[in-house]
């Protein structure tokens, strides 16, 4: 897809491998028509009958509408009497809207979930069908389906293994100067200073998005925080935004402001992309997951992903930031599900999955899958460093979350860190009351 890519740059910019997602993940990662139900497993779901009717397949990735397409031809070809809609919303749609649309099975007799907050709540609403003791589970990696599961039943599978941290123009920061990822913060600054030096824009940020500015968070905490759920404790009570970790983080982003694009808090997710697609910034804080994205914009340079360490090298305990999401299940009252097991099947597949992989650019969690995407090669070592299951889905209220992440907003927009942690505690503590 993206073609033979010089990848010297990117393979010289880091160095031997770390720990690996599953040692990581231990230590705190890692409505259809037509047709009969037939007999259901153990679990509930109807894996048997006949493969027929007509299935919708709900999800948020309308940049993955085409590769989809074209798997779900195939599938037709080998279930001719059935057939599959995708029904797309965009993200932050789809993060509101997905439970009351999908409830029921008037759409979703497949969907997909956000890790977190809107995974739990479909669960608690009953409508995923659960699939333990079903054939497709043993499909994937063990030690990456923990978010599609609670209390050790499995209700959905991650289909998508991505890393939230900034991507990297490796021709920019080769052209910076850096040849190596930034070991500590001074060193990430310094970084930023010699991008900036050079003519780019250091750091494109999506401030004006809700669904994606607050995936450098992600980073931004893993080594500043005390403890690994770090979130889940804000959540509790046990933690607080005005704690001195969580404002030493917003004093950080206070010091990225001349690093950040011109009204950065009010850009969004496409207008950085394209930024970033046009060789004019050294860094997208976004993630893996838009790689073929800025492939599509008509992007030649090598990538490679760099997350800010924001300690001392010696205080780091990650590299980076990790996450299964996309989490693929079967609604509890869709009327076609053989065929929309039949669908989850075929996507689980390995040969199937790399297509999916390879045509967006993402990772998947699907065993014994192999990469062609040059991209996907590219990025691979980070399969295996230390990187920490991304923080920013461990809250399950999502008005909370939102509190904590506009804290960052505000800070980069020119509001003092000790304010902007007061005023979001207070709605935190709200929130919680």
Excluded at 75 to 97: C, L, M, N, R
Excluded at 103 to 112: P, S
Excluded at 324 to 336: D, E, K, M
Aim: include cysteine; charge should be negative.
């Amino acid at each position: 897809m993206t073609g033979n890519l010089d990848r010297r740059s990117a393979l010289r910019l880091f160095g031997a491998a770390g720990l690996g997602l599953g040692l990581a993940a231990c230590a705190g990662p890692g409505g259809g028509s037509g047709g009969a139900v037939g007999s259901a497993s153990p679990s509930g779901v109807a894996t048997s009958g006949a493969v027929e009717g007509t299935v919708s397949f709900a999800h948020w990735r309308a940049e993955d509408k085409a590769v989809l397409a074209g798997l779900i031809k195939a599938f037709v070809k080998a279930h001719p009497d059935a057939g599959v809609e995708q029904d797309i919303s965009p993200s932050a749609d789809y993060q509101s809207t997905a439970l009351r649309r999908i409830k029921g099975a008037k759409t979703g007799d497949v969907f997909t979930a956000f890790r977190g907050a809107q995974f739990e709540q479909i669960v608690k609403a009953g409508v995923y069908a659960p699939l333990t003791g079903t054939g497709v589970v043993d499909r994937y990696q063990r030690e990456l389906t923990g978010p599609g599961a609670v209390g050790g039943v499995q209700y959905g599978l991650p289909y998508q293994l991505v890393f939230n941290m900034p991507l990297a123009n490796t021709d920019a920061l080769d052209k910076a100067g850096h040849t190596s990822a930034p070991t500590d913060w001074d060193g990430f600054l310094q970084l930023l200073d010699d991008l900036k030096a050079k003519g780019y824009t250091p750091l494109a940020w999506p401030g004006g998005d809700s669904a994606n500015s607050g995936q450098l968070l992600n980073s931004m905490v893993m080594n500043n925080a005390p403890s690994d759920d770090m979130f889940t404790k804000i959540e509790s009570g046990a933690y607080k935004v005005t704690d001195d970790w969580f404002l030493t983080t917003l004093e950080q982003y206070a010091a990225l402001r001349p690093y950040f694009q011109d009204r950065a808090t009010g850009s969004s997710t496409d207008a950085v992309t394209r930024l970033f697609a046009e060789g004019k910034a050294g860094l997208l804080a976004t993630g893996s997951f838009q790689m073929a994205g800025v492939r599509a914009l008509g992007a030649e340079f090598p990538f490679d992903l760099l997350a800010p360490i924001t300690t001392t090298a010696a205080e780091a305990t990650y590299q980076g930031v990790f996450n299964t999401t996309f989490i693929l299940g079967v609604n509890s009252a869709s009327t076609v599900q053989p065929v929309a097991y039949a669908f989850l099947e075929f996507l689980s597949d390995p040969e199937n999955a790399a297509a999916y992989a390879d045509g967006t650019g993402q990772h998947v969690t699907v065993e014994g899958v192999e990469y062609a995407n040059d991209d996907l090669r590219a990025v691979a070592p980070w399969l295996t460093r230390k990187t920490l299951l991304a923080p920013r889905f461990q809250f399950l209220n999502l008005d909370i979350r939102s509190a904590v992440e506009n804290a960052t907003v505000a800070v980069a927009g020119g509001t003092e860190p000790e304010r902007a942690a007061e005023e979001a505690q207070r709605v935190i503590d709200q929130k919680r009351s």
